[in-house]
Every structure is written in C-alpha cells, then in structure tokens.
C-alpha cells in the first residue's frame, strides 16, 4: 500500500508530489488523474479515484473546490477509519467534508502554494489533533515540511491563509514582471532584468525571516533622505501601492469565503 494517494493533478497536486519526492520514495505515492494520462516523475498513476483511495492511506484532495461534492461522493463509501482525508481546497471546511465522510474523524484542511515545487512552499495546516495518533501527526509534518514550512492555525484563519500565501505568489509573479519591465524599457535585457529582480524579491523575503526585523524597518534602512529609494516609495503611495495590495486581499477573503 502507498503512503500518500493524490486525486487530481493539477499545478497545485503536482507541486506538492513534485516536492515531496525530494524526501519520500516514488512508491510512497499514488495519484488519479480524470484528464488523461500523466507522466509524474515514475509515480505510479491508478486507474482511478477509487481505486486510490483503495491503496493510500493518507488521501491528498488536490481538486477544485467545484468538484469535491462529485469526489467525496464517489469516495465515501471507501474511506475507512485508519485513513487520513487532506484537504487543499479553500472554502471547504472539516464539517463540510465531514458531511460526506462518514467513516473516519481524521481529516486535516490544508493551504499549500506553488513554490512547494522548489522546496519553499508555504503551507497553514488545521486539524483535530486529539484524533490521531502522533506517529500520524508526523507523518502530517513531515509531508508538508517536505516541500516546504507548516504553520498550524485555528479553521476560522484558513480564508486568510489563502490571502497570505496560498494566492499571494501570483501577486509577487505579477510584481517581478512588472519591475522587469520598468528596467527593460531603460535598455536592460529581459533576461538579466527577471534575474536581478526576482533575487531581490528572494534577497529581501529572506531579510525578514533571518533579521526578525519588521518590514518597515528594513525598508527604512533602504530609504537615505532625500535619495533615489524615497522618491520610488512615494511615486508607489501615490499610485495606491498598499491599498491596491489590500483590496486584492479583500477580494481574496471574499471569494474564500463564498466557494
């Protein structure tokens, strides 16, 4: 039997298996996949959801949330009460899922993002832990912590962990690109520009892990008075720059919240 089977492989499946391979053996994972066949680095693809839930213990629901009412109810009558249901969908809460399968408490609700596929995903995690065992919540730590860092928060922040990492990467690609763009149109190759920019976004993220400081500070200590690093800030006030980022996370937290 495999340790970990996947039901749907999307970005978001395919990320997280990707990632986890670079610590669990190929045999260790199983997936179904409805769009056709898929080749996923050697791992082995069964014939259906089905046939998944049959051969994995742990049960990865990586689909769309509009399809988790047709997966659960295709599922249910096969979970018994030793596996463990992850679910990665926002707006899908435990009881929800809960009110297909019946047949075990073990469910674990769960936020990865794509960068899980370079090892540095970011995943809020919520579960029950009085009803699994600890060797359970290990095997739990260590498959999120494979391809990245686990945070536990309470189900009622899982909307806002959508809106910190779960979406954010698409605003980040956006702002890489449009900082490459900038520098493009005052002669910098692309090539060079998507280089420079993108390991000053990987530079600065790291800067607020490892300092501890606050954002704001280390912005700060960019900024000299009067120079060129306060005049791009204020050109970004003006244009909306923080309330444009807060209004995405509005829209965001909306959406979570009415799937």
Known sequence: MAKFGFIGMGNMGSAMLKGALKTFNKEDMIFSEKCGTKDI???RQVADNVECVKEAKYIVLAVKPQFYHEVLTEIKDYI??????????????IDYIKGYITKTDKIVRAMPNTPALVLEGMTGVTYDASVFTDKELEDVKAFFESFGKMVIVPEKLMSTVVCASGSSPAYVYMFIEAMADSVVKYGMPRKDAYEMVAQTVL???KMVLETGE???VLKDNVCSPGGTTIAGVAALEECGFRNAIIKATDKCYDKCENI
């Open 41 to 43: 680095m050697g791992v």
């Open 80 to 93: 018994t009460s030793e596996q463990i249901i992850i679910s990665i969908a926002p707006g899908k809460t």
């Open 203 to 205: 530079g600065a993220a």
């Open 214 to 216: 606050h954002p704001g």
